[in-house]
């Protein structure tokens, strides 16, 4: 999954059209969603994108939060408050879900100070 399929993932989420005759719109429609890319990226310790066409690595419940971080910002600059709230409630559960660390218990035998068991 690259930039550019989350942020169409999130534009599908909220329902909103994309500009795709008008170029500089366009271009102005790709930068923001880099940008708001890179910052979810960032905010779930994903290493971030160098474009929109990069492919973004990470574990399956960090892309699944992607889309819906992209969206929330994606609402906040439209000023839809209500769908903003709304994609910011799911993006928290996701991002909570995505940040979970898994912990891992090490088959081992202790060790005393003196070096023996």
Do not use: W
């Amino acid at each position: 999954m690259n930039g550019y399929d989350i942020y169409m993932r999130a534009n599908s989420l909220l329902g909103y059209n994309t500009c795709k005759d008008n170029t500089s719109a366009s271009h102005h429609l790709l930068s923001f969603a880099f940008t708001a890319v890179c910052q979810i990226c960032a905010d779930l310790c994903i290493k971030t994108p160098q474009s929109i066409t990069d492919e973004i690595s990470a574990n399956v419940k960090a892309l699944e939060a992607l889309p819906y971080g992209v969206a929330m910002m994606l609402a906040s600059s439209h000023g839809d408050t209500d769908a903003n709230r709304f994609f910011a409630e799911l993006y928290n559960g996701k991002r909570a879900a995505a940040k979970a660390g898994s912990s891992s218990v090490k088959d081992v035998l202790p060790v005393d100070s003196g070096g023996t068991v």
